[in-house]
């Protein structure tokens, strides 16, 4: 009897097990496409995934603002996760979701794909190691609301946009304020993906489509990974998608305005999920949904794409690692580096564009003009779209960089994102180049936390300088981040430190002068340099407002004299010619 049931007790264990790997259907399916997970339910399914199928790993990698942890969830057929290993034998796809959880159509449609791939639903991957975030802003998903999302249709209940400290993830890459994006880059680091995708939602328009794709932009992606981006990966995915009766059209980029009126691509620079993983030259896409249609087709739309996407790189696993490791090639021997970029209005191509037609009317609630789009008057017209775009201003690459210890949190994100550095130890003089800020811009709002400046320009001194021991780290630009060297500590690139505002307090002057002290050694200084003296006079006689500004003059004598601090607008990372 007792070995009876023990035998029963068993099979009824096993059914239990055989049931649980079955049962595993969503909350988006069994509510007919009209709901979308808790952060707890989307994690715990997670959990009893990884815990059925030797073929998925989850980990915990790394805090958020929010204090939960970041959770990365790997597949992998062969059920090899050594990462060093993988990446030999495979190409690595990276997804994340939920960087705005009140778009969580990737949460669900990736939720769907574990699952399908663990269960053998889909064909499995033979060159593809796929990784995700289950959800990456988790302070947000756990802000749940049915109102924040204005313009979108579904699902019922959803996040919030804003983190636990109210940051947009989306524009943190660089900056890193917040802990969720130190801990995506060394998940980032720990994959080192080839293709990356992440997923939204989008805004701005109407027309028929439910899927849209916006591609790193393939200019600044550069060398072999841009062109292969642009003219292979893209369009397999798209016929790939075609197939499978979905159209897809690149991320309509307007704002109440009509898209058959012609529009650009969206431009990713380093702050954002795909501007970031270029540096590193993976291949990256958003994909965007489009708001207003159901979210059933959002999340089944979104599921498909990425299934392409799979069989894209199963199709080209081993180009794909061939063209990443020419574009590194690539830049590791280039001169110069593009730094600021512009549209090149010269060049476009044309979408046959399937929209809505759209009217401007007199609004009952403002009794202004409106924009109001038909559904009842689909259209396919061709439409003007431009997706070339140029370097407006490009810097000669140094071979080394000097960065002080003291800007720690400079020293901190180099070190976060694998960049090698080699203190010096002993007292060395070096050859420098040095940087002064001439100009820039600044926000007159605050942008995620900063007043970001822009516009920045820089004048240029040679100096040789004696560094001391154990004060600065030799940052060599002959190393596999390059590009997110460039980036980040030149001060006129787009997202450089300097315009996060890491550097601010060079740009206020620290020490001045008493007028009345002044006056008189002002008159004695000038006197004792005559080219100076009558550039001054010049300065006068051509410049009515300075003529008139008794401490502007005194103010530009100081600061041609040695008792100007030299510390004041001089940008302290210094740049090794050699």
């Known amino acids: 009897m007792t070995k009876l049931l023990s035998t029963l007790f068993a099979l009824f264990f096993l059914n239990m097990l055989v049931g649980q790997k079955s049962n595993f259907t969503t909350l988006f399916e069994t509510s007919n496409g009209k709901q979308t997970p808790t952060y707890p339910e989307v994690i715990n399914y997670y959990k009893s995934l990884a815990e059925s199928y030797p073929t998925i790993v989850m980990k915990e990698m790394g805090t958020t603002d929010s204090g939960e942890p970041l959770h990365l969830t790997l597949f992998n057929p062969d059920r090899n996760f050594d990462m060093e290993t993988v990446r030999k034998e495979k190409r690595v796809l990276f997804i994340n979701n939920g960087i705005h959880p009140g778009e969580p159509d990737g949460i669900d ?79 980032y680091h720990y994959l080192q993906p080839d293709v990356f995708i992440d997923n939204h939602v989008s805004n701005g328009a109407d027309y028929q489509y439910v899927l849209t794709h916006l591609f790193t932009q393939h200019n600044k992606l550069g060398s072999k990974a841009g062109t292969y981006l642009q003219n292979e990966m893209m369009p397999k995915m798209i016929a790939s998608l075609k197939k499978k009766k979905y159209d897809i059209t690149p991320y309509v980029n307007v704002f109440n305005e009509m898209p058959e009126k012609g529009f650009s691509q969206f431009f990713d620079a380093p702050r954002y999920s795909t501007g970031y993983t270029t540096l590193w030259n993976t291949l990256g896409m958003m994909v965007e949904t489009h708001m207003l249609k159901p979210y059933k087709d959002r999340v089944y739309g979104t599921y498909e794409l990425m299934l392409s996407m ?18 590194n090639d690539h830049f590791l021997n280039a001169e110069t580096y593009p730094v600021q970029w512009e549209l090149d209005t010269t ?62 949190k400079v020293v901190d994100l180099l070190k976060l994102n694998q960049v090698e550095m080699d203190g010096i130890t002993e007292a060395k003089k070096f050859n420098i180049q040095v940087y002064h800020i001439d100009d820039f811009t600044t926000v007159q709002s605050p942008y995620e936390g900063h007043y970001l400046h822009k516009n920045t320009s820089v004048t240029t001194t040679n100096e040789t300088i004696t560094v001391p021991a154990n004060d600065y780290y030799l940052v060599k630009t002959n190393q596999p981040s390059i590009r997110y060297i460039l980036e980040t500590l030149e001060p006129e690139a787009v997202d450089s430190f300097f315009n996060w505002n890491f550097f601010d307090t060079i740009l206020q002057q620290k020490e001045g002068f008493s007028p009345y002290v002044w006056e008189d050694k002002a008159l004695a200084f000038l006197e004792a340099n005559p080219s100076i003296k009558k550039e001054f006079e010049n300065k006068k006689a051509n410049d009515p407002d300075f003529a008139k500004n008794w401490y502007a003059q005194l103010d530009w004598i100081h600061k041609k004299s040695p008792n100007y601090e030299k510390a004041h607008l001089r940008y302290p990372i210094y740049r090794i010619l050699e």
């Not at 947000?140 to 019922?156: D, F, H, K, V, W």
């Not at 890459?173 to 802990?179: E, G, H, L, P, R």
């Not at 009794?367 to 396919?380: A, Q, T």
């Open 347 to 408: 060049k476009q191509t044309t979408l046959n564009f399937k929209g809505f037609e759209g009217e401007k009317i007199i609004s009952e609630v403002t009794g202004l003009e409106r924009l109001k789009y038909n559904r009842k008057r689909p259209f396919n017209k061709k439409v003007a779209y431009q997706d070339v775009f140029k370097p407006s201003k490009s810097v000669a690459i140094p071979d080394a960089y000097l960065v002080p210890k003291a800007w720690k």
């Open 109 to 187: 449609a990736t939720m769907m794909l574990f699952r399908d791939l663990a269960e053998g639903k889909t064909t499995l991957p033979k060159h593809t190691f796929i990784a995700t975030i289950p959800i990456y802003n988790i302070g947000g998903a756990l802000n749940g609301n049915s109102t924040s999302r204005t313009n979108q249709n579904g699902p019922e209940a959803y996040g919030f946009r804003g983190n636990a400290r109210n940051y947009d993830l989306n524009r943190d890459f660089i900056k890193c304020d917040t802990k969720n994006a130190q801990s995506f880059a060394a998940i």
């Open 310 to 327: 799979i069989e894209v790189i199963e199709e080209d696993y081993q180009q794909i690692a061939q063209v990443r490791e020419t574009t």
